[in-house]
């Protein structure tokens, strides 16, 4: 059975491809829920069809459905849940609702400072 990543990200990038496209090589299945791209963005969608295994949900910035991200979610069953910071009220709320049935990975690209913010986020 392959390992099923669900992924909770704000847009594509180069690096999130390359980190997908390399999951799927090694037989990992998954889900990635992220907002629309911008029109002028550099970032290459990640192409419909391209590959069998990730199923794709694009969200207009602002409009995630929490009710049907949830349940995507859900079904999909993740071994392993991404989710990039602590920015987004709709992800953290899928993180609460899937404590206890996955490993969940909070992921940031800002240095731990020990500062007030940074603990408090982690309580």
């Known amino acids: 059975m392959p390992t099923r990543l669900a992924i909770l990200w704000p847009q594509g990038s180069g ?3 390359a980190a997908i496209n390399t999951a799927c090589d090694h037989g990992a ?3 990635l829920s992220c ?14 069809g391209r590959r069998e295994s990730v199923r794709l949900l694009e ?3 602002g409009q995630i459905d929490d009710a ?18 602590w920015n987004f009220r709709s992800y953290l709320k899928i ?11 909070l992921a940031m690209d800002n240095p731990w400072e020990a500062r ?8």
């Open 15 to 17: 690096y999130l491809n």
């Open 29 to 31: 299945a998954v889900l």
């Open 35 to 48: 907002f629309t791209p911008h029109p002028a963005s550099p970032y290459q969608a990640l192409a419909r």
């Open 59 to 61: 969200w207009t910035r």
């Open 68 to 85: 049907s991200l949830l349940d995507e979610v859900s079904r999909f069953a993740p071994d392993v849940m991404i989710v990039s910071g």
């Open 95 to 105: 993180c609460t609702a899937m404590r206890g049935r996955t490993v969940r990975v």
């Open 116 to 123: 007030l913010k940074q603990i408090g986020g982690c309580l």
